[in-house]
Nanobody
Framework: QVQLVESGGGLVQPGGSLRLSCAAS????????MGWYRQSPGKQRELVAD???????IYAESVKGRFTISRDNAKNTVYLQMTSLTPEDTAVYYC?????????????????WGQGTQVTVSS
C-alpha cells in the first residue's frame, strides 16, 4: 500500500525559511511526478510546485523565486525549500505523487496524497 509521509511544517516568522519533505513507500513500481499543493481556510487546494523524475519543474506564480522543489529519486522523496515566507503562505501543505503500482498482471497509475503538514507564517 502506497504511503506518502510528510514532515517539516511548523511556525515561522515572516521572511523566514522552512523545508518540507515527503517520502513515498509501499508497492511502488515507478513514480511519475511528485509535488506540493496547499490549501488555506476557505480556499481551494492549489498547486505550489511539481516535478518529474527527469527534473522538469513547474511553480505557482506566487512562489516563483522563493520556493524550490527537488527530488531524490533513489529515496522516493521530494523536498520543498521555502524562503522569504509571508503570511500569505500560511496553509496546510500536501504532498502529491503520481505513482505506478503493479496490481495482478496490470500496471496502474494513480494519484496519491499525504496527510498534510501545517505551515504558519506569523510574527
Amino acid at each position: 500500500q502506497v504511503q506518502l509521509v510528510e514532515s517539516g511544517g511548523g511556525l515561522v516568522q515572516p521572511g523566514g525559511s522552512l523545508r518540507l519533505s515527503c517520502a513515498a513507500s509501499g508497492g511502488i513500481f515507478s513514480i511519475n511526478t511528485m509535488g506540493w499543493y496547499r490549501q488555506s481556510p476557505g480556499k481551494q487546494r492549489e498547486l505550489v510546485a511539481d516535478g518529474t523524475s527527469g527534473g522538469s519543474t513547474i511553480y505557482a506564480e506566487s512562489v516563483k523565486g522563493r520556493f524550490t522543489i527537488s527530488r531524490d529519486n533513489a529515496k522516493n522523496t521530494v523536498y520543498l525549500q521555502m524562503t522569504s515566507l509571508t503570511p500569505e503562505d500560511t496553509a496546510v501543505y500536501y504532498c502529491n505523487a503520481r505513482i505506478m503500482t503493479k496490481k495482478d498482471q496490470s500496471f496502474v497509475l494513480d494519484d496519491y496524497w499525504g496527510q498534510g503538514t501545517q505551515v504558519t507564517v506569523s510574527s
